[in-house]
C-alpha cells in the first residue's frame, strides 16, 4: 500500500459514510457503524505504516527499512500513549510536535475508537454503543489526527 493507496483507503471510506448517511433507519445505521469503526482504525494503522515507510524510503538501509517494517506489521490498537511512544521512538520532536498540535477532542475521539473497535474485533458487539452520529465525528477527527501525522512525518522535516 502507498500514499495514493491511503487517499483512495479515505475517499472509500468518505464515501461508505455518506451512502449510510442516507439510511433511514437508525439501528441499521448503529450496526454499520460498528463496521466504520473497524475500517477507521485500520485506516489509522496504515497510515502510520506508510508515513514512516515513506519517510525512511531511500534514507535508510535496507536492513533497517526491513526492522521498521518489520516492527510495524503488527502495529495496531493505537491509542494516544502507543501513537506518542512510537513518535518518540523515532524522534522526540515528532511526539513533541504531535503533543503540541493534536487537541484533547482528536486525542478522545481516537480513544472512543479504539475500545469500540476491542470490543467489537473481540466479539462484544451487543456491548458497544456506538451509533453512526458519533462515529461520523470520530473519524472526521481522525482525519484531522491524520493530517497532523502526514506534516510531521515528512522528510522535508529532517
Known amino acids: 500500500m502507498g500514499i495514493g493507496s491511503l487517499e483512495i483507503q479515505e475517499k472509500n471510506l468518505d464515501k461508505l459514510f455518506d451512502t449510510i448517511s442516507k439510511l433511514d433507519e437508525d439501528e441499521i445505521k448503529s450496526h454499520l457503524a460498528k463496521y466504520l469503526c473497524i475500517q477507521a482504525s485500520g485506516y489509522l494503522e496504515n497510515v502510520i505504516k506508510e508515513l514512516v515507510a515513506k519517510y525512511h524510503d531511500g534514507t535508510c538501509t535496507k536492513s533497517t527499512a526491513n526492522f521498521v517494517s518489520d516492527k510495524l506489521k ?62 461520523v465525528q470520530y473519524y472526521n477527527d481522525l482525519k484531522e489526527i491524520v493530517k497532523i501525522l502526514k506534516i510531521i512525518i515528512d522528510k522535508k522535516n529532517k
Open 74 to 135: 503488527n502495529f495496531t490498537n493505537i491509542g494516544e500513549d502507543k501513537l506518542k511512544n512510537l513518535l518518540k521512538s523515532f524522534n522526540s520532536e515528532w511526539e513533541t510536535q504531535f503533543t503540541s498540535k493534536v487537541s484533547y477532542k482528536y486525542l478522545s475521539s481516537l480513544s472512543s475508537i479504539i475500545s469500540q473497535r476491542n470490543q467489537i474485533a473481540h466479539g462484544y458487539a451487543n456491548r458497544s454503543n456506538i451509533s453512526y452520529t458519533s462515529m
